[in-house]
């Protein structure tokens, strides 16, 4: 799979993700979590080009794809992250708290989704 694809396959399993939560089916939305989650593994394989890559999605149509982008985003692209997760917490209801979350745990040092290569 390229990084495109890649993409592609993160941005529909979080949808797919959020989708299956609503309907109380945390079975699939497992599932899809564990797709989402090979495919940011294998983005960030790919070092700042798979990073690059995964930043378009921080202008998604979807609030939970553009949260879930930033999310991983934080270190990489700091200031467009935290616009999108700030933006998207100060909703309600389960993607704004997943907004909050992750700005907590950055704010707390404890965000650890991209962590710095180690030297």
Do not use: C
């Not at 993700?17 to 989402?36: F, L, P, S, V």
């Not at 939970?64 to 930033?70: C, G, T, Y």
């Not at 270190?75 to 616009?83: D, H, I, L, V």
Request: no cysteine; charged share 30%; proline share 3%.
């Amino acid at each position: 799979m390229n990084v495109e694809e890649l993409v592609e396959q993160f941005a529909e399993s979080v949808a797919a993700q959020t989708e299956a939560i609503m309907r109380g089916d945390a079975r699939t939305g497992n599932k899809h979590a564990r797709k989402y989650g090979a495919a940011v593994d294998k983005l960030l394989a790919h070092g700042n080009a798979g990073r690059d890559a995964l930043s378009v999605l921080l202008a998604h149509e979807r609030m939970d794809v553009r949260v879930m982008a930033a999310a991983h985003l934080l270190r990489y692209r700091t200031a467009e992250a935290k616009a999108v997760l700030e933006e998207a917490a100060r909703g309600e209801g389960l993607i704004p708290f997943g907004a909050q979350q992750a700005l907590k745990r950055w704010e707390e040092g404890t965000w650890a989704l991209d962590p710095e290569p180690s030297s």
